[in-house]
Each structure stands twice: as C-alpha cells, then as structure tokens.
C-alpha cells in the first residue's frame, strides 16, 4: 500500500458487503485492503497499520445470540495468536489514536453491542444501547429519506442535510437501555440520523418511513468525539446515480450521496492523521 490513507475493511464469518465498502473506500480517495478477522486475530495484519476501520454490513454468525452479539464477544475476548495481546486493546488504541471507524448496518450492529457507540463520557467497553427486531416483524429492503443532525459532531456527516438510502435488515431498531441514556443521546447530538416522513420531512415513527420502529427515529449514530459512526442505512450502496430506484425517472447527479460519508472520513484523515 502507498503512503497515503490507508483503509480497513474486515470481512469473515457472515459479512457480505464488504466488496461495496471497499469500493466506496476507493472511489473516496483512499488505498483499502478486504481483511479476514481471523488474520488480525493470528498477527498476520494489524490495526495500527490503517488510519480508517470499515465494519461492514452482512449476518455475522448467521445473527445467532442476536445480530453481531457473537462477534463482538470474538473482538472483546480474542487474543492475537503470536503475542497474546487483546484484539480489544488493538481496537482501543485505534480509537485513542484519533482514527475514525464506520459501522454499517451489522456492522453498526456489531459497534453498538461491543460498547464503542454512543460511548458516553468516552466509555467504549460499556454496552448501553442495542437493535432489535423490527416492529414490522420482517426483513425490510426499501429506501428511505433520513434528516442528518447539523449540530452533530460526526465527521462523516459534514455538508449533508437530507440522504435517501437503502435499508436492508431485520433488527434495525435502536433501543438505549433507559431514558437518560437517550436524553444524553439527543442532548449531545450524537443521534446523527433520523428517520423522516416523505413528505413533511420530520422525524417520524410511522411505518414504512420509519422501518423499524427504532426509539425516537434515530437511524444512525455516533461517538462524542464524532470519529466513531454506526448507521442502519447502507451509504456504500448509493454511489452512482444509476444505484438510485429512480434513475431512470430524476435527473440526478452522477456521484451517489452514500459516497460523501466516505469523502468525508478520507478527507478528515488527511487533514489530522497524515
């Protein structure tokens, strides 16, 4: 890899859309390598040497115990073969380094059941949210028009107001373990995204503009530094406008929006880690 950014896609055990991450990594800017867990677990590659960690979307461990419950247990316990060091601890000094990380989807998931969202007051080994089944009570495939928090301090959002993004789960809704764990939520604006109405473009719980259900529509969201972000929706899908389900009916611009969460973070690194 070259001496610019360097990104991280991990793939194994149930991801599947790590070849689309990977490319929208690319298309922003950035050199990117497709990483089996297993060859940061065995000291084949490690997270210090990439400044942007990608969890993609899938059904890690066919989403038994809950999605992405397994596999945060393999990050949290798991130890690198040949020094005996924590992966967690690689993880966390990923974090304390300054780099972001993106979690889409079961990757987002898998962010929030480790502990590394919403990590209020910059605790990333505490487990106090999760996404459950949807209400509907089904996989839900559909886009849907998501307000972005301008007042957030997430990295990936910055110049967005209004996206519209494809949603592809079962267990999207967001759930914080009790009300003040989501009034710190809303009141530090680490609720990025929400879910909005079609036509009024407001914050909704309505089916289907609101897929899931989730607890005060919230889509998406990140860390307090604004380095870490976890999102339902799948940006990396929408980067060309022929992604769009209307291309063929709306003049729209050539480069899909999902691609501005990924110019955002390689812009970021270039500007504070390089």
């Given at each position: 890899?070259?001496?610019?950014v360097?990104?991280?896609?991990?793939?194994?055990?149930?991801?599947?859309?790590?070849?689309?991450?990977?490319?929208?990594?690319?298309?922003?800017?950035a050199?990117?390598?497709?990483?089996h867990?297993?060859?940061?677990?065995?000291?084949e590659?490690?997270?210090?040497?990439?400044?942007?960690?990608?969890?993609?979307?899938?059904?890690?461990?066919?989403d038994?115990l809950?999605?992405?419950?397994?596999?945060?247990?393999?990050?949290?316990?798991?130890?690198?073969?040949?020094?005996?060091?924590p992966?967690?601890?690689?993880?966390?000094?990923?974090?304390?380094?300054?780099?972001?990380?993106?979690?889409?989807?079961?990757?987002?998931q898998?962010?929030?059941?480790?502990?590394?969202?919403?990590?209020?007051n910059?605790?990333?080994?505490?487990?106090?949210?999760?996404?459950?089944?949807?209400?509907?009570?089904r996989?839900?495939?559909?886009?849907?028009?998501?307000?972005?928090?301008?007042?957030?301090?997430c990295?990936?959002?910055?110049?967005l107001?209004t996206?519209?993004?494809p949603?592809?789960?079962a267990?999207?809704?967001?759930?914080?373990?009790?009300?003040?764990?989501?009034?710190?939520?809303?009141?530090?604006?680490?609720?990025?995204?929400?879910?909005?109405?079609?036509?009024?473009?407001?914050?909704?719980?309505?089916?289907?503009?609101?897929?899931?259900?989730?607890?005060?529509?919230?889509?998406?969201?990140?860390?307090?530094?604004?380095?870490?972000?976890?999102?339902?929706?799948?940006?990396?899908?929408?980067?060309?406008?022929?992604?769009?389900?209307?291309?063929?009916?709306?003049?729209?611009?050539?480069?899909?929006l999902?691609?501005?969460?990924?110019?955002?973070?390689?812009?970021?690194?270039?500007?504070?880690?390089?």
């Open positions: 890899m070259g001496k610019g360097r990104s991280i896609v991990i793939s194994g055990y149930g991801t599947n859309c790590e070849v689309e991450m990977a490319y929208a990594c690319k298309l922003a800017g050199d990117v390598e497709i990483v867990i297993s060859e940061l677990i065995y000291g590659k490690r997270l210090d040497d990439y400044h942007f960690l990608n969890f993609p979307g899938g059904f890690l461990d066919g038994d809950g999605a992405a419950k397994a596999a945060a247990n393999r990050w949290r316990y798991a130890r690198v073969k040949n020094t005996g060091e992966l967690f601890e690689q993880l966390l000094r990923f974090i304390n380094d300054g780099k972001p990380i993106l979690g889409v989807c079961n990757g987002f898998l962010m929030v059941k480790l502990g590394l969202l919403p990590a209020l910059g605790n990333y080994n505490e487990q106090v949210a999760t996404l459950s089944y949807n209400d509907s009570g996989f839900e495939d559909r886009w849907v028009y998501l307000k972005v928090d301008k007042e957030s301090p990295i990936f959002t910055k110049g107001d996206i519209y993004l949603v592809r789960h267990e999207g809704k967001f759930i914080p373990k009790d009300e003040p764990t989501l009034n710190l939520i809303e009141e530090r604006h680490l609720a990025v995204l929400k879910y909005i109405h079609n036509e009024t473009k407001e914050p909704t719980m309505e089916y289907p503009f609101n897929p899931n259900g989730s607890t005060a529509a919230i889509a998406g969201i990140c860390d307090p530094t604004g380095r870490l972000f976890g999102l339902m929706p799948h940006p990396e899908v929408y980067l060309f406008f022929t992604h769009h389900p209307r291309w063929t009916r709306e003049d729209l611009p050539a480069e899909g999902g691609l501005a969460v990924f110019y955002n973070a390689i812009e970021y690194i270039k500007e504070n880690l390089l």
